[in-house]
């Protein structure tokens, strides 16, 4: 798996291609093969089982993960001249969050996009957010990610959040 590749399925975040709908397609299958799986490792679960996945799920993983494949891209030169050092996943996410300000445009929108839904998602979710994704940390895709995936589980505000 390339460095780009690990960034973006380890980013999981927020801004998907296609909007959540009230009964998100990957709720019954993350629930079934991942349950108790870390915010951050969902997408690679999922993945791991997509012979077995609902079809609806497969499509919704095949957007999420072209979307993720092209911040990735946006944010190659970013990584190898800001983090070159840091290992792949989130160690990279954080330590491009750590440059926001000096990232090239098209990287900075991703993150730009990240905070917001994060930002959007608390506003909506409220109690939601500790309820169902305790230690999830804002700002870094993973609240997003927990939401969607437990969307059965929110309230009907956090849904339409969604």
Known sequence: MSTAHRIAVAAIVGT???PARAEAPCVADAKRFCDGTPATQLVSCLQAHRPDLAPACVQRLERVL???QTAASDCRPDAFEFCREA??????????????????PRCQ??????RGRDESLQRACGEDVGRVCPGVTPGRGEL???LWLNGKDVSPACQAGL
């Open 16 to 18: 998907l291609a296609a």
């Open 66 to 68: 072209v979307f993720f």
């Open 87 to 104: 290992g792949p996943g989130m160690a990279m996410i954080d330590c491009l969050r750590a440059q926001e300000g000096k990232l090239t």
């Open 109 to 114: 929108q991703f993150f730009d996009a990240v």
């Open 144 to 146: 997003w990610m927990c």
